[in-house]
């Protein structure tokens, strides 16, 4: 049986065994990378775009771009065979409703430093109004994907029993 794992935001993924990585996205982007000749995937889960003058974290897209494909490359994988595919970034908070929003930030980070490397996208859902739980299988490089969909309450007040 192929072990499982939840990455949270701000984790880093990237494993030679076979494992089912699983998140949950809103906002944030996770990307997933996958090098068919070695057999390693790894997958980063980010929730900012650019760390600027915060601590380096992977909660940051650009940090978590370089340290995912640091860890590739420690797994063996060369750039030249690494395929992503990217997820995420929809319009969740209810600010923002133009084209900068946190989402199309965290998207377009990705996007930027994947061109940058010479790295293809070979699949993308990126954008929208719901989130996405994602469930990437390493081995293979396949992600599923499932829309999250939510239903309001139809009386507000329930929630504020004591």
Same mark, same amino acid.
């Given at each position: 049986? $192929?072990?499982? !794992?939840?990455?949270?935001?701000?984790?880093?993924?990237? *494993?030679?065994?076979?494992?089912? %990585?699983?998140?949950?996205?809103? &906002?944030?982007?996770?990307?997933?990378?996958?090098?068919?000749?070695?057999?390693?995937?790894?997958?980063?889960?980010?929730?900012?775009?650019?760390?600027? +003058?915060?601590?380096?974290?992977?909660?940051?897209?650009?940090?978590?771009?370089?340290?995912?494909?640091?860890?590739?490359? *420690?797994?063996?994988?060369?750039?030249?065979?690494? *395929?992503?595919? /990217?997820? +995420?970034?929809?319009?969740?908070?209810?600010? #923002?409703?133009?084209?900068?929003? %946190?989402?199309?930030?965290?998207?377009? /980070?990705?996007?930027?430093?994947?061109? &940058?490397?010479?790295?293809? /996208?070979?699949?993308?859902? $990126?954008?929208?109004?719901? #989130?996405? !739980?994602?469930?990437?299988?390493?081995?293979?490089?396949?992600?599923? %994907?499932?829309?999250?969909?939510?239903?309001?309450?139809?009386?507000? *007040?329930?929630?504020?029993?004591?």
């Amino acid at each position: 049986m $192929t072990p499982a !794992f939840f990455l949270p935001p701000g984790g880093i993924c990237c *494993r030679v065994e076979a494992t089912v %990585v699983s998140t949950i996205l809103g &906002s944030c982007v996770a990307v997933c990378l996958w090098d068919k000749q070695q057999g390693v995937g790894g997958m980063n889960h980010f929730l900012l775009p650019r760390c600027g +003058g915060s601590p380096a974290t992977t909660r940051y897209g650009d940090v978590a771009m370089a340290r995912l494909l640091a860890a590739m490359e *420690r797994l063996g994988c060369q750039t030249q065979n690494v *395929r992503a595919k /990217v997820f +995420g970034g929809a319009a969740v908070l209810p600010y #923002g409703a133009h084209a900068a929003t %946190v989402g199309t930030q965290n998207v377009a /980070v990705a996007l930027e430093v994947l061109q &940058s490397r010479g790295i293809p /996208v070979i699949a993308r859902r $990126t954008g929208g109004q719901c #989130g996405l !739980f994602l469930r990437f299988h390493t081995a293979i490089g396949r992600v599923m %994907v499932r829309e999250l969909t939510t239903v309001p309450p139809t009386d507000t *007040r329930a929630a504020l029993v004591n």
